[in-house]
């Protein structure tokens, strides 16, 4: 039996892959192939901000932070039922996101929207959601 290599058979292809990886503490997680090739830059950018938005954690944050208007220095953990270290990590997902920007003031670092990924967000929102197909007729 003939052995085929996978890049081998798949070499035309290759191009259209790449492969995530996540660094954490020295250690690159591979988390597999991803095709992205075949999406639009509309549906990759939804995809990040709705992965981003994925947890009421998150979401809590997001609120907080579109309430108050202003940069949130500390009060965060204050505001939600979560551990320090929880919304830490919740942050920086935000922030890899592009959601949210944030600032060193002394000691501690100050949150708020970052006003022209949110903009962005809410019109492909707006834009994936008037695409909605009308039905005329019930297929259930």
Known sequence: MQQVNFFQQNERNWANIFFISKVYRNITIDMGASKI???????????????ALSHPARMAIMQLLLTKQSCICGDIVDELPISQSTVSQHLKELKEAGLIRGQIDGVSICYCINESEWAK???????????RHVKTSSCC
């Open 37 to 51: 090739i075949d999406y639009t830059e509309e549906q990759i950018l939804v995809a990040k901000y709705a992965k």
């Open 121 to 131: 967000l809410t019109e492909l929102l707006g834009h994936f959601f008037e695409k």
